[in-house]
């Protein structure tokens, strides 16, 4: 009943920048948490950054001062803006959404995109 939907994926130069956005929609009363992860091939899947409804972030040690995630509540949005990229960073990056739907209310559902590609590569 709820879906997470994720864009901006890509090839991108080594020290580049890149926006990836994500959205939830559906049966939504209320989404708590909102993150990205990565997936590297032949490797698990890891957090990148995730962010509380109220705004506080968390950020893997790997890309912090490089990469910067936002939401927007109205819009059951959140977007990760990827600056001096690696190419270790090539991966799938999902996002994923912890909702509480309208049809109910006592349980909380994390919620997954397929995910998107973004290639690091010169």
């Known amino acids: 009943q709820v879906q997470v939907v994720e864009s901006g994926g890509g090839l991108v130069l080594p020290g580049g920048s890149l926006r990836l956005a994500c959205k939830a929609s559906g049966d939504i009363f209320r989404v708590n948490d909102m993150g990205w992860y990565r997936q590297a091939p032949g490797k698990q899947r890891e957090l990148v950054a995730t962010?509380?409804?109220?705004?506080?972030?968390n950020y893997a040690d790997s890309v912090k001062g490089r990469f910067t995630i936002d939401r927007n509540n109205a819009e059951n949005t959140v977007s990760l803006r990827m600056d001096m990229v690696k190419p270790e960073d090539t991966a799938v990056y999902s996002c994923n959404a912890v909702v509480v739907s309208n049809s109910d209310r006592l349980r909380a559902t994390t919620y997954w995109g397929k995910g998107t590609l973004v290639t690091v590569s010169s």
């Open positions: 962010v509380s409804r109220g705004g506080t972030t």
